[in-house]
C-alpha cells in the first residue's frame, strides 16, 4: 500500500511539472502559430489573471520577438615567412516577427497572440580592416608574400529566435501541425 502511495504522489508531481509544456503554441493546417496565455503565464508563477491582463492590455506590444541569423567566415591566408594571416568575417541579419494580440469576445483580455512573418531585416557586417575579403596585395605585409590564399577557410552560423513578455524572455515552445490520416 505504501508503495501505491509513493508512486500517486510521484505521478501526481511530474504532473505539476509538465503543466506548462501543455500550454505549447499550436499550429494549424494553413501554418499559421497561435501561442496561448497560459504558455506565457506559466512562465511567471507569481504572476495573476489581474497583473497579466495589465500587462497585456498596454499600449505597445507586451510580447515581442525578432530572429537574429550570423554567419561567420575566417579566411586564413599563408605568407612566405610559414605566418597565417587571418581575415574574419561576421554577418548579422536581425528581423522582427510580428506577433498579433487575440482577445475575448468582449475584447477586454487578451487570450493569447498568433505569429506573423518576419519584418523588415537590418544586416549588419564587421570585418578584418574593414573589408568584406582580404586585401591579397597587403595582407602579407611584413610576412613575405601570399603562398596559399586559403590555408584555413572556416565556416558557421546560427540562427536564434527569442521572445519578451514585458521586457522579460520567455520561451515559446511551437507544436508543429500534423494533418489526420486520411
Same mark, same amino acid.
Given at each position: 500500500m505504501r508503495k501505491l502511495i509513493i508512486l500517486a504522489i510521484s505521478l501526481v508531481a511530474l504532473a505539476a511539472i509538465a503543466v506548462? $509544456?501543455?500550454?505549447a503554441a499550436t499550429t494549424d493546417a &494553413? %501554418?499559421?502559430v497561435?501561442? #496561448?496565455?497560459?504558455e506565457i503565464m506559466a512562465q511567471f508563477p507569481g504572476m495573476n489573471e489581474k497583473a497579466f491582463q495589465t500587462i497585456a492590455m498596454a499600449d505597445g506590444q507586451s510580447l515581442t520577438g525578432s530572429n537574429v541569423f550570423t554567419a561567420t567566415t575566417t579566411t586564413g591566408v599563408g605568407c612566405s615567412d610559414g605566418t597565417i594571416q587571418n581575415h574574419f568575417r561576421s554577418t548579422h541579419i536581425t528581423s522582427p516577427i510580428?506577433?498579433? @494580440?487575440?482577445? &475575448? %469576445? #468582449?475584447?477586454?483580455?487578451v487570450t493569447g497572440w498568433t505569429l506573423g512573418a518576419k519584418g523588415a531585416s537590418v544586416i549588419t @557586417? =564587421? =570585418?578584418t580592416g574593414g573589408t568584406r575579403f582580404p586585401n591579397y596585395s597587403t595582407i602579407c605585409t611584413g610576412h613575405g608574400y601570399v603562398t596559399n590564399y586559403y590555408a584555413v577557410f572556416t565556416q558557421s552560423h546560427s540562427d536564434v529566435t527569442s521572445f519578451e $513578455? &514585458?521586457?522579460t524572455n520567455v520561451s515559446?515552445?511551437?507544436?508543429p501541425y500534423v494533418a489526420p490520416a486520411v
Open positions: 506548462p $509544456f501543455a500550454n &494553413n %501554418g499559421v497561435t501561442v #496561448s496565455k497560459g510580428a506577433l498579433t @494580440e487575440i482577445y &475575448n %469576445g #468582449s475584447a477586454d483580455k @557586417e =564587421n =570585418n $513578455f &514585458n521586457g515559446i515552445v511551437v507544436t
